[in-house]
């Protein structure tokens, strides 16, 4: 009964078509319709110019911090093994400079490769390029000091001068020689020949002990420190204010 | 955008601006949602502005604005109750505005793809393969929205009549 009162699909599709026409008029878009969507879209246009400046800027900004304030010419190493005493001791740090040249005397951290193996030491220059370093046996077989160029190294920073004698090399061009400060135990170029200079990654400038305390490299020419060149007050005396100023 | 592209861009929406109002009120059941859909895609238009076909552009915008609308549902505005009694400010076109008023009741009953096939199909008299390509769905799935949106409307009018009847 109720579904003789329903209209049919077409009649329903009819009437709202008569509607929508009658509807027609009824709507109309705003007068300034155009102008202000293309004031919003000049508004927009405005922004989207500010944040892309702004982000630039910022990217900018970072990038050049990120650049200048990560990097440091210095580098600290804590020392693993005794290969050094008593010049540095076990957990004592050494801090290396990136740029600075070896020079005979100094310690130096080194990139050695040894059987495919590699592994990094602390160890000190005895011997540049050209030098002929030796320890010669005396008749009682024992070596009282290492001999570069025919003249004993006094090395007064040892413990123990005494060393066991190794044969006469001559140091290629571009390689160094490196023993280390604890010559009974350490592993250096006795055993593993000497090292390219390209091996060597960092200078010491100088050694903190366990409560952080930097004391010079016994032994070794002495160097810039970290933080020498910042920009802080001169360590000479700030000149008094003139007394004889005008009443 | 040049000034002669502006000038160009307001003639495009004094010209065909009704009618695309039109075309979004019978899309959407809020005709202040249905303004601001209006106005988004017009917006959008000036950033591809000149567009060849800028009517179309809009069109199409304004379809899958309408169709994908209640899939954020916190962010769509509940219907406003539709007034029979809107302000009919001008007394020429009271019939018109009656009209409408009962043009926005009936599809209010509509969920939204329905609402939209019913429209393109019937108001906008567009083919089934027109109408699935603007939906982006297959002819069946028009044939059998279309014809369950006429089904609650055919009940809807029934009802109606019968309300009008019995008071």
């Known amino acids: ?69 990560g990097r440091s010419d210095y580098f600290t190493i804590t020392q693993p093994s005794d290969a050094m005493k008593p010049t540095v001791q076990v957990k004592e740090g050494v801090v290396f400079s990136k740029v600075l040249d070896p020079g005979l005397g100094d310690l130096v951290y080194a990139r050695v490769t040894v059987d495919g193996t590699g592994f990094d030491m602390i160890s000190r220059v005895m011997a540049q390029s050209g030098d002929a370093i030796a320890c010669p046996a005396k008749a009682d077989g024992a070596c009282d000091a290492v001999v570069v160029n025919g003249e004993p190294v006094a090395d007064p920073y040892l413990e123990e001068l005494a060393t066991k004698p190794f044969p006469l090399t001559v140091v290629p061009d571009g390689d160094v020689f490196l023993l280390g400060d604890n010559r009974a135990v350490a592993n250096d170029s006795r055993s593993i020949g000497v090292v390219p200079v390209e091996d060597i990654n960092g200078v010491a400038v100088q050694i903190l002990d366990d409560e952080g305390h930097a004391r010079a490299v016994p032994g070794a020419p002495s160097h810039a420190q970290p933080g020498d060149s910042d920009s802080v007050d001169p360590a000479d005396r700030v000149p008094p204010a003139s007394t004889d100023q005008p009443n | 955008m040049r000034t002669s592209d502006e000038e160009r861009f307001t003639a495009f929406v004094r010209e065909d601006g009704d009618g695309l109002l039109r075309f979004a009120r019978r899309l959407i059941p809020d005709p202040g949602e249905a303004e601001d859909a209006l106005q988004t895609v017009l917006l959008r238009l000036t950033s591809h502005w000149p567009k060849d076909n800028p009517r179309g552009y809009v069109r199409t915008s304004l379809v899958n604005i309408a169709k994908d609308r209640t899939r954020r549902r916190h962010l769509v505005a509940e219907p406003a109750e539709t007034h029979r009694l809107a302000p009919a400010d001008e007394l020429d076109h009271a019939e018109a505005m009656d009209a409408q008023a009962r043009l926005d009741s009936i599809l209010a009953q509509l969920p939204a793809r329905q609402r939209v096939t019913l429209v393109l199909r019937v108001l906008e008299d567009m083919s089934e393969a027109d109408t699935a390509a603007a939906m982006g769905c297959s002819t069946g799935t028009v044939k059998s929205n279309l014809s369950r949106a006429l089904d609650k409307v055919r009940v809807f009018l029934a009802e109606s009549l019968t309300a009008v009847k019995d008071t």
């Open chain 1, 1 to 69: 009964m109720a579904n003789s009162v329903l209209p049919r699909e077409e009649d329903v599709a009819a009437a709202l078509r008569t509607l929508s026409d009658s509807a027609a008029t009824a709507v109309r878009a705003p007068t300034g319709l155009a102008l202000t969507v293309l004031r919003r879209a000049r508004r927009r246009r405005i922004l989207r110019r500010t944040a892309a400046g702004v982000g630039t800027g910022v990217v900018v900004l970072s990038s050049v911090a990120a650049f200048g304030l």
